[in-house]
Nanobody, 126 residues
């Protein structure tokens, strides 16, 4: 079965950096666009960043622009989210998701993603 397993979350201080990883199995990884989403308590799940099947095109939502970088290694079936200059408002559970798109591109709509990981907590203290 398809599994997405996130890792790399934790408790950090404002200004610190983290790199999240998401290892996928049970799917043809290179056929999927990938996204990172996050959900803070009492808030809706929101897109953080996305990457197309080849890794040639990426999208970073406004809150993370200039601070977050998404990348993928199709040989390792892994997608990464690099985060620098973390802020307390970045505190959330971060999820990776896979989108089996019939055409290339990236979606920022969570309901268009087919598979989800269990999430990893990122807590940024001030």
């Amino acid at each position: 079965q398809v599994q997405l397993v996130e890792s790399g979350g934790g408790l950090v201080q404002a200004g610190d950096s983290l790199r999240l990883s998401c290892a996928a199995s049970g799917l043809t990884f290179s056929s999927y666009a990938l996204g990172w989403f996050r959900q803070a308590p009492g808030k809706e799940r929101e897109i953080v960043a996305g990457i197309d099947r080849s890794g040639g095109y990426t999208y970073v939502a406004a809150p993370g622009k200039g601070r977050f970088t998404i990348s993928r290694d199709n040989a390792k079936n892994t997608v990464y989210l690099g985060m620098i200059s973390l802020k307390p408002e970045d505190t959330a559970v971060y999820y990776c998701a896979a989108d089996r798109r019939p055409y290339d591109g990236i979606s920022d709509v969570s309901t268009e993603y087919d598979y989800w990981g269990q999430g990893t907590q990122v807590t940024v203290s001030s």
